[in-house]
């Protein structure tokens, strides 16, 4: 009996000595991270505040100058994240899994994947960013040359919107591609070396990498984007025969002569004006950043400041799209444009000022890493969701833009250049995700082919004859924002979902088709729910929390394909 008491004493001992030896490993694990963090922090964000700012300075200039500098701060800022022993670190301590409370948790996974994507050769990286660098400045700095004159993006947008002359499409379209030679080899070679970094860290290729280090699983992906296309191609292809009819008599071109340029868009990614309302005409000669910067006003969120720190109109060698930037993660935030007064324009800034909303209203208590969107797409979402006001009825009478009897005539209208422009966004999409999932599984294959056989599967266009020149290189995102596009699509999905349950469950509405002018209330629900938590959660975690359910198309279908 005393044998066995014995024992049984000796094992409470043990016991209490292995539990006593956890805690110690996990108090000691815990300290670790956060002197790590503490560390990183110091470094970490005076540099990407510095890193912001080289790289907003060389989108305004274009000087050769001014990108390398912004080139050097990014090799040094990689250079944090490619450092081997505090990987090794972040490694030991997620696989110990002594990290239990919540919030330090959330950060050892997010640090962890910033720094996996950078565990290569640093020549490799830095290789990189030099190939990226150089790839921008030559889409900053070019512009089409259409007999004889240099025309800006804005300007190509104009002519293929405006002329009904074939010849000229032709001409402004061609002008745009010419970009597509100039930079198609430097993007096959940075694919290349993109590819060679995710092999390093024993992904199949950089697409999937991408993916896997945002959270996303490739498969679910696709099998989501087959499911929109199944969702989409009849819907589509009944709203293209529409196009066509009247693109046809517009142009004075028969229905099977309609070539890419006809299609009032240099990528038709945008939808052509073929309804009667012409949206153009509601913000023409108005003042589109005062309109923007009270529409946010009325729901509660105010960027008067951001708008202060902005730069929103042309000027020569500034880069011809638009983005809006978080320079420091605390409060200095800014939106690149190239303003003019149209439809395309309201929606652009509505759009990026939704991007800058999401930013500012990120808590500021988070930790450093944490202080981000969920995802990419998150963010997308909401300047996707304030986008699509531009061409909403109410919103044009809430912004005295005309009055109440006219709205009527342009609320069915504007619902369907709405529901047209996202159908036709959302098989554009399909291009480009599909594309670039081939482009990196194999850089070597004919991808003038492949992008034509996608257009015209997807986009129902038909290819130029005799064309063989890399018109995919004429889309910058390919070179510049690479492996995201995708992104875009899963936006729009969520930005359903919020307009859903914002009219169903704030509002207490079956009215989805509002503008949300002047309801307070909307923008604390957006402060509260979804800027505030930052990358807190993962991002469906927190589109739950936000809407109740994950992630589903379910209501992107009723809003716009049913």
Not at 52 to 75: C, F, P, Q, V
Not at 263 to 276: G, H, K, L, T, V
Request: with cysteine; glycine share 4%; charged share 30%.
């Amino acid at each position: 009996m005393k044998t066995l008491n014995r024992i049984i004493l000796l094992a409470a001992l043990f016991s209490l000595i292995a539990v006593d030896g956890c805690k110690n490993n996990k108090s000691k694990m815990q300290n670790e991270l956060l002197t790590f963090i503490k560390k990183f922090d110091s470094v970490v964000q005076p540099l990407t505040k510095e890193s912001s700012l080289a790289y907003w300075n060389a989108s305004l200039t274009g000087k050769d100058e001014d990108w390398k500098k912004s080139e050097d701060l990014n090799i040094e800022l990689t250079k944090i994240f490619s450092n081997k022993e505090d990987f090794a670190l972040l490694k030991r301590i997620k696989e110990s899994e002594a990290i239990t409370d919540e919030l330090l948790k959330r950060q050892l996974e997010v640090m962890y994947n910033s720094y996996l994507g950078n565990q290569v050769d640093t020549e490799l990286l830095n290789s990189a960013i030099k190939m990226q660098t150089e790839v921008e400045k030559k889409y900053s700095n070019f512009r089409a040359d259409v007999n004889g004159k240099k025309l800006s993006d804005n300007e190509v947008e104009d002519v293929l919107k405006t002329s009904t002359n074939s010849a000229e499409l032709q001409q402004a379209w061609e002008g745009h591609k010419a970009i597509g030679p100039v930079v198609a080899q430097d993007i096959i070679n940075l694919v290349k070396k993109r590819n060679e970094i995710a092999k390093q860290l024993g992904f199949n290729n950089y697409h999937e990498m991408s993916l896997k280090l945002s959270e996303q699983d490739p498969e679910d992906i696709s099998k989501l984007f087959d499911e929109l296309d199944n969702l989409t191609r009849d819907s589509f292809a009944g709203l293209k025969g529409e196009i066509d009819a009247f693109l046809s008599k517009r142009d004075n071109v028969k229905k099977e002569e309609l070539m890419p340029w006809h299609y009032q868009n240099r990528f038709f990614q945008e939808a052509p004006a073929i309804y009667s309302v012409d949206l153009d005409k509601y913000y023409k000669n108005q003042n589109i950043e005062a309109l923007t910067t009270d529409y946010y006003s009325s729901i509660g969120l105010d960027i008067k400041e951001m708008i202060a720190k902005s730069d929103l109109y042309e000027k020569p060698g500034k880069n011809q799209h638009a983005y809006c930037i978080d320079i420091d993660n605390i409060a200095d935030i800014r939106v690149l444009c190239n303003i003019k007064p149209n439809y395309n324009w309201m929606g652009t800034m509505l759009h990026e000022f939704g991007h800058a909303n999401y930013d500012k209203y990120i808590d500021g208590q988070l930790p450093f890493a944490l202080r981000n969107p969920a995802h990419t797409f998150t963010t997308e979402a909401i300047a996707m969701f304030f986008g699509r006001m531009a061409s909403n009825a109410q919103f044009l009478v809430d912004m005295k833009l005309t009055d109440t009897a006219d709205a009527r005539k342009v609320s069915a209208e504007g619902f369907k250049v709405l529901r047209l422009e996202q159908l036709t966004f959302s098989r554009w999409a399909q291009v480009m995700y599909r594309f670039e999932k081939a482009l990196y599984a194999d850089p070597d294959q004919d991808l003038n082919k492949l992008w034509w056989d996608l257009v015209e599967k997807y986009q129902l266009l038909k290819r130029p004859a005799n064309r063989n020149l890399p018109d995919w290189a004429s889309k910058i995102h390919v070179a510049t924002s690479p492996c995201y596009y995708h992104n875009y699509l899963l936006g729009e999905l969520l930005a359903s979902q919020f307009n859903h349950y914002i009219a169903a469950n704030i509002l207490k509405s079956d009215d989805f088709g509002q503008s949300y002018f002047g309801k307070p209330e909307i923008g604390e629900y957006l402060k509260e729910k979804v800027f505030k938590p930052g990358a807190r959660y993962s991002w469906n975690e927190m589109i739950e929390k936000a809407t109740g359910e994950k992630l589903t198309a379910k209501y992107y279908s009723e809003q716009f394909v049913k």
